[in-house]
């Protein structure tokens, strides 16, 4: 079993910036992807990024050219940048890891962006 745990969240203004950070542990096998995901009130979750354990990346375009997804594959961590936050960008983040038949989730974050 893998356990996915984030942190990060939290309360900032419009404009401001938050990172968020994830950590795997527990039976760790080969790891393809981590990435995160949010869901906003009455909203579907979506993806925000993803990256592969060789670095590939994709993105939400919603968050194109604001956030950043990093990845420490050591240590199996994630990270997501987030800059330029808009009241929009308020939702539980949630970090996905995929293997190779099957994903995990974590417990989500509250990012809230408002003044």
């Known amino acids: 079993q893998l356990q996915l745990v984030e942190s990060g969240g939290g309360l900032v203004q419009p404009g401001g910036s938050l990172r968020l950070s994830c950590a795997a542990s527990?039976?760790?096998?080969?790891?393809?992807?981590m990435g995160w995901y949010r869901q906003g009130p009455g909203k579907q979750r979506e993806l925000v990024a993803r990256?592969?354990?060789?670095?590939?990346?994709n993105y939400g375009d919603s968050v194109k050219g604001r956030f950043t997804i990093s990845r420490d594959n050591a240590r199996n961590s994630v990270y997501l940048q987030m800059n330029s936050l808009k009241a929009e960008d308020t939702a539980v983040y949630y970090c996905?890891?995929?293997?190779?038949?099957?994903?995990?989730w974590g417990q989500g974050t509250q990012v809230t962006v408002s003044s």
């Open positions: 996905n890891a995929e293997l190779k038949s099957t994903a995990y």
């Open positions: 527990g039976r760790i096998f080969v790891i393809n992807a």
């Open positions: 990256i592969t354990s060789g670095g590939s990346t």
